[in-house]
């Protein structure tokens, strides 16, 4: 059974930062490319960052380029999103997403709140 589970969010002050934790379960983990997205209330999730099965391959929405850094440990079944100089509009819940052939599997989300 495939699991994802966030951890990591909270409330920051502007400027500052956050690490976000996904640990996987029930599959293969080295065998996937995984990706972290975001919903801010009232707006469509968004793709926020994504990395190869090996930690190469990294690709980041414009809005967080040089701001975030996504990074997998496959040892420990782990992906993380360093996320620094945090701005207001980073505001949202955070999830981690793991894509199969025919299905999309979601993590229950962390939330992250930005404000001073």
């Known amino acids: 059974q495939v699991q994802l589970v966030e951890s990591g969010g909270g409330l920051v002050q502007p400027g500052g930062s956050l690490r976000l934790s996904c640990v996987a379960s029930g599959f293969t983990f080295s065998s996937y490319v995984m990706r972290w997205y975001r919903q801010a209330p009232g707006k469509e999730r968004e793709l926020v960052a994504s990395?190869?099965?090996?930690?190469?391959?990294?690709n980041y929405a414009d809005s967080v380029k040089g701001r975030f850094t996504i990074s997998r440990d496959n040892a420990k079944n782990t992906m993380y999103l360093q996320m620094n100089s945090l701005l207001p509009e980073d505001t949202a819940v955070y999830y981690c997403n793991r894509r199969s052939a025919t299905y999309e599997y979601w993590g229950q989300g962390t939330q992250v709140t930005v404000s001073s």
């Open positions: 990395i190869g099965r090996t930690g190469d391959g990294t």
